[in-house]
Nanobody, 123 residues
């Protein structure tokens, strides 16, 4: 049984930074595509970023390109999402996700979810 535990969320002013962590237990992440989704109140869950297991390719939703960076530390079995230049519209619960296969925008392609961590950006 894989468990994904997110941390690093919090309250930050617009323009600030946060780093989210997703620590996995129960299995290695070496061969898994791992991503981050977010869900704001009243909105659908949205794919934010993903890192491929095959070649480390990274993917970002257009709204965060240039501001967010996803990375993976295989030795620590942990994936990170560095978020810079945060905006009020980045406010959401952020979920770590392990995909069944490759990176995807679809929640149906997620195998395991973390419990989520709240990110609140004040204007």
């Amino acid at each position: 049984q894989v468990q994904l535990v997110e941390s690093g969320g919090g309250l930050v002013q617009a323009g600030g930074s946060l780093r989210l962590s997703c620590a996995a237990s129960g299995d290695t992440l070496d061969y898994s595509a791992i991503g981050w989704f977010r869900q704001a109140p009243g909105k659908e869950r949205e794919a934010v970023s993903c890192i491929s297991s095959s070649d480390g390719s990274t993917y970002y939703v257009q709204s965060v390109k240039g501001r967010f960076t996803i990375s993976k530390d295989n030795a620590k079995n942990t994936v990170y999402l560095q978020m810079n230049s945060l905006k009020a519209e980045d406010t959401a619960v952020y979920f770590c996700a392990r995909f069944k296969r490759s990176c995807s925008d679809y929640v149906s392609e997620v195998w395991y979810w973390g419990q989520g961590t709240q990110v609140t950006v004040s204007a």
